[in-house]
């Protein structure tokens, strides 16, 4: 608060007793604009004009030169009282910013249920830009008549423009994954949303996935990082994809259809994806994060204490902060059996 510029004022006091200029009683409301609103700065300049005067009258100071040294000092509280107002707007400016992001993500990345049916799930999601809280990665999950069903995805581009990508993909996902039995027709419903909205340089790499619960995973690669399976015993295999498919956006211009792949998905095994931000995050020597080293060192029971210990040593890695958006979803499979709970649909007519 005000403290501070106070203390500084009686120090410059001392000083100025002993024979120290006089206009360093200035500092005292430029100080106060740092961390005060107007009321404060204007406080604390009061404060430094009145030591001001007695200083000026105790040293015999010509009443010309200290009229013109307090003038200099108000002209200063004034001038610090306006970048006090105006740093004051700026916060709350920022303030309802972050409100509206925060709004904004819960409504494009809802929340992921740490249970679902037989299977445990945690997400960390680290935005580049802090202030925003939101970027062009994207994930989710969706319990549907056809089991599980999960995406993680990284739209080119940053800004608004890959927001809005985000939520176009996770808009279609969530209707496809419900409404299709097959997979791949959730990736080619996704695909063709993609063609209509998209611009010819646009695209996004993603990995959709699916537990049917028959003990095995269905997972889709469309240009995506290759997700970690990580065994009951610990070891981390990554899951390369056996054909390489383009990201989702661009199968026109490649010609080649996306693959399913069917992984065995035992009690204990877990899936993890991820997007590149975490596997292209560097130190200070440039080497990347070793995902599948930290996995291993940290997987656990329990996915939320697994991707908290490896969301740490990655800003660890880093030094603190990202430089690019970083998402990821584990998956654990908990027990054989268990129903997977399916949200109620109601349909309106208009």
């Not at 419900?178 to 611009?199: F, K, M, Q, T, W």
């Not at 390369?240 to 010609?255: H, K, N, V």
């Not at 029971?301 to 880093?318: I, R, S």
Request: hydrophobic residues 50%; charged residues 15%; contains cysteine.
């Amino acid at each position: 608060m005000c403290v501070l510029p106070l203390l500084l004022l009686a120090v410059v006091f001392v000083d100025v007793a002993g024979g120290i200029w006089l206009p360093l009683l200035a500092a005292g409301p430029a100080l106060a604009a740092a961390t005060n609103g107007p009321r404060g700065v204007l406080g604390v300049g009061l404060v430094a004009a009145t030591l001001g005067a007695l200083l000026g009258h105790r040293q015999g100071i010509p009443a010309g030169e200290l009229a013109a040294v307090l003038s200099a000092l108000l002209a200063v509280t004034a001038a610090s009282g306006l970048a006090g107002a105006l740093r004051g707007r700026r916060e709350r400016v920022l303030a309802a910013v972050r409100s509206v992001a925060e709004a904004a993500q819960h409504a494009l990345l809802q929340p992921v249920p740490e249970t679902v049916g037989p299977f445990q799930v945690a997400v960390r999601y680290s935005a580049a830009a802090a202030e925003a809280r939101i970027g062009g990665d994207l994930y989710a999950l969706v319990p549907t008549p056809h089991g599980v069903r999960l995406i993680v995805g990284d739209v080119r581009g940053k800004g608004l423009p890959a927001v809005g990508t985000a939520a176009l993909v996770l808009g279609v996902f969530r209707e496809a994954a419900y409404d299709e039995p097959d997979l791949l027709a959730v990736v080619g419903r996704i695909e063709r949303s993609l063609a209509r909205n998209l611009g010819p340089d646009d695209f996004v790499t993603a990995v959709i996935a699916g537990c049917p619960g028959s003990g095995h995973l269905e997972v889709v690669n469309c240009g995506h990082a290759p997700p970690l399976l990580i065994s009951a015993s610990g070891d981390v295999t990554a899951v390369e994809p056996a054909q390489p498919t383009p990201p989702l956006g661009l199968r026109a211009l490649a010609g080649q259809a996306p693959r399913l792949q069917h992984l065995p998905f035992a009690v204990g095994d877990q899936l993890l994806l991820y997007t590149d931000g975490v596997t292209e995050a560097r130190d200070h020597a440039r080497e990347f994060y070793p995902l599948a080293a930290g996995v291993a060192r940290h997987v656990s029971d329990e996915p939320a204490h697994t991707l908290g210990a490896v969301h740490d040593e990655l800003l660890a890695h880093v030094g603190g902060r990202l430089h690019d958006d970083a998402a990821l979803l584990l998956l654990r499979k908990r027990s054989a059996g268990g129903q997977v709970p399916v949200p109620h649909r109601t349909e309106v007519a208009l």
